[in-house]
């Protein structure tokens, strides 16, 4: 009990540090909570399901550079300060996504999106189209919160990195096929959506307009498509292959930390 007291205290006070926050989404099993733990610990976990969002106080490892520190020498403590990180850990279960979702249209210190794949799963149908239509909502609450901003120069970027956990297998597919599947996962889910809205619209009112275009991920037409199209609303999407665990021994995860240094 004290352990869990005390683990329990010190994420009470992370959470509310102010500190630079990446949150970590993705479908279950992907590997959120295992790159949590390694992150916290340093250790390779034993990982649990996990059923409510869990925030961890982080250090960007050596030899990874805070971008906002590029001129700064280590020892010195701006810089020692710059590396400290929040990791907000949330549910991949269906039902409680919109933890998720509601944290991305109030994103407070949020600094970017890590949405955690297993790229073995992603070439079964069943493992691609869960985490498209995951990553197609995540990438519509930024469009939303992006059109819907009153100020004139919009809000501030939030990027993304996909990252294509479980290198590791010998059934994961390489971070570029990764993308070009769920690229194509998402143009069908983008279409999917459009067209029961569309019927649901002609259901309920005979034919009256729904706003369709609110709804509608990327660019207008009937294109395919392409995470590029997210920059327009201030979103980078970036694929990184990595492995949190192998085996019972850490992985390598060194481009993640790349990615978290370079928006840090
Ligand atoms: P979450 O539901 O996204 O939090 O996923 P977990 O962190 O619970 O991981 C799900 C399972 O995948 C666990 O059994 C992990 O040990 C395993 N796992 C996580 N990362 C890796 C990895 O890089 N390689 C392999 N082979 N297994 C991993």
Request: charged letters at 25%; hydrophobic letters at 35%.
């Amino acid at each position: 009990l004290p352990i869990l007291l005390h683990s329990f205290l010190y994420r009470k006070a992370a959470s509310a540090t102010g500190l630079p926050t990446f949150l970590l989404v993705g479908p279950s099993g992907g590997g959120k909570t295992a790159f949590t733990t390694l992150t916290e610990r340093g250790t390779v976990p034993t990982t649990h399901p996990s059923t409510t969002p869990l925030s961890i106080e982080a250090l960007l490892p050596d030899p990874h550079v805070p971008a906002s520190s590029h001129y700064r020498s280590p020892g010195d403590p701006a810089f020692e300060r710059s590396r400290r990180f929040i990791i907000l850990d949330t549910p991949g279960h269906g039902k409680l996504r919109n933890y998720a979702t509601s944290t991305l249209a109030d994103p407070g210190n949020v600094r970017g999106i890590i949405f955690v794949v297993d790229a073995a799963a992603i070439d079964e149908e069943a493992g691609l189209n869960e985490a498209a239509e995951y990553l197609h909502d995540v990438l519509l609450s930024l469009q939303k919160r992006y059109t819907n901003a009153t100020t004139s120069k919009g809000p501030k970027e939030i990027p993304v990195l996909i990252a294509a956990n479980k290198m590791d297998l010998f059934t994961a597919l390489p971070a570029s096929s990764v993308k070009t599947k769920l690229e194509k996962a998402i143009s069908e889910v983008r279409n999917n959506r459009a067209k029961a809205l569309r019927d649901a619209g002609a259901a309920l009112s005979g034919g009256d307009e729904v706003d369709e275009e609110k709804e509608w991920l990327g660019e207008g037409g009937e294109g395919s498509f392409e995470f590029d199209e997210m920059r327009e609303i201030g979103t980078a999407v970036d694929i990184v292959g990595g492995n949190v665990c192998q085996g019972k021994n850490s992985g390598d995860v060194a481009g993640w930390w790349s990615w978290i240094g370079e928006h840090l």
